[in-house]
T-cell receptor
Framework: GDSVTQMEGPVTLSEEAFLTINCTYT??????LFWYVQYPGEGLQLLLK?????DKGSNKGFEATYRKETTSFHLEKGSVQVSDSAVYFC??????????????FGRGTQLTVWP | DVKVTQSSRYLVKRTGEKVFLECVQD?????MFWYRQDPGLGLRLIYF???????EKGDIPEGYSVSREKKERFSLILESASTNQTSMYLC???????????????FGPGTRLLVL
């Protein structure tokens, strides 16, 4: 079935360090891929998304490229800030059947950035 | 901006009580979802709904039921609360639309439920 596997955390970085959070997926058809972020005490909010192969999603300095050949959607940021400390979730959305539009989430990666 | 609100941020209930969690969205979205979030397990889908009076089971529906009498409101019901239902509950909504799987889900702030 459809599923997402993402890098286990926690991840701890110093400010201005480079960030990569790995995400791979298993899906039939042509899913859309998402990164959601959850700041402390809040619900999830969309960070970025990509809806077809080779698309790159980007927002707030974060980027991820939909790679069909490696079934991956890794999240990257060149220089993290303290304010990026949050939990990051990779997710996919199916494009077929009775589950059209539901999201399958990874387990989340806790990121802590120190000044 | 899309707004998804949940009736309570924190809730404490006793084992065996019937618990209602309410979710309201203001963007005329067709789809609504209930998840629970537990450390190390991520988000797990409990129930979802594509239309009024319509519901579909997610991955962990046991011990829960839902109600969708109006398009903007989706309620999660714990028929007889148990301690293993202590969790964070998140509601979300999205358009059904032509975008299908490309549509973004919008989340509420969550309800942290403690069952004693």
């Amino acid at each position: 079935g459809d599923s997402v596997t993402q890098m286990e955390g926690p991840v701890t970085l110093s400010e201005e360090a480079f960030l990569t959070i790995n995400c791979t997926y298993t899906a039939t058809g042509y899913p859309s891929l998402f990164w959601y972020v959850q700041y402390p005490g809040e619900g999830l909010q969309l960070l970025l998304k990509a809806t077809k192969a080779d698309d790159k999603g980007s927002n707030k300095g974060f980027e991820a490229t939909y790679r069909k050949e490696t079934t991956s959607f890794h999240l990257e940021k060149g220089s993290v800030q303290v304010s990026d400390s949050a939990v990051y979730f990779c997710a996919l959305s199916t494009d077929r059947g009775s589950t059209l539009g539901r999201l399958y989430f990874g387990r989340g990666t806790q990121l802590t950035v120190w000044p | 901006d899309v707004k998804v609100t949940q009736s309570s941020r924190y809730l404490v209930k006793r084992t065996g009580e019937k618990v209602f969690l309410e979710c309201v969205q203001d963007m005329d979205h067709e789809n609504m979802f209930w998840y629970r979030q537990d450390p190390g397990l991520g988000l797990r889908l409990i129930y979802f709904s594509y239309d009024v009076k319509m519901k579909e089971k997610g991955d962990i529906p046991e011990g829960y039921s839902v109600s969708r009498e109006k398009k903007e409101r989706f309620s999660l019901i714990l028929e007889s609360a148990s301690t293993n239902q202590t969790s964070m509950y998140l509601c979300a909504s999205s358009l059904l639309g032509a975008g299908g799987p490309r549509e973004t889900q919008y989340f509420g702030p969550g309800t942290r439920l403690l069952v004693l």
